[in-house]
């Protein structure tokens, strides 16, 4: 996929919903690498800051979102 069809295929999923992980910033290194070696480019997204010292990662398969959440469960802040 070129970069502008992963651009539209990512806001195409999150229109329809997609599912949400906020989790504290400290962890946004660790949190993109994982989601860089175990999902697709256009599987996921991140908005940084989107309230005091938390991300919001945003996946397009609850499953995904699932899976990230258990890496730091004393760190995600909600779902």
């Known amino acids: 996929m070129t970069p502008i069809e992963i651009f539209e ?7 329809q919903g997609g599912h949400n992980v906020r989790l504290h910033s400290d962890l946004r290194s660790k949190a993109k690498t994982f989601c860089k070696e ?3 480019t256009e599987q996921w997204d991140l908005s940084q ?12 398969h609850k499953s995904d979102a ?3 959440a258990t890496q730091w469960p004393k760190f995600v ?3």
């Open 77 to 79: 802040l909600g779902e």
């Open 9 to 15: 295929y990512k806001k195409s999923w999150q229109r």
């Open 49 to 60: 800051y989107t309230n005091n010292y938390e991300d919001t990662f945003h996946f397009e």
């Open 66 to 68: 699932q899976q990230f």
């Open 38 to 40: 175990n999902l697709k």
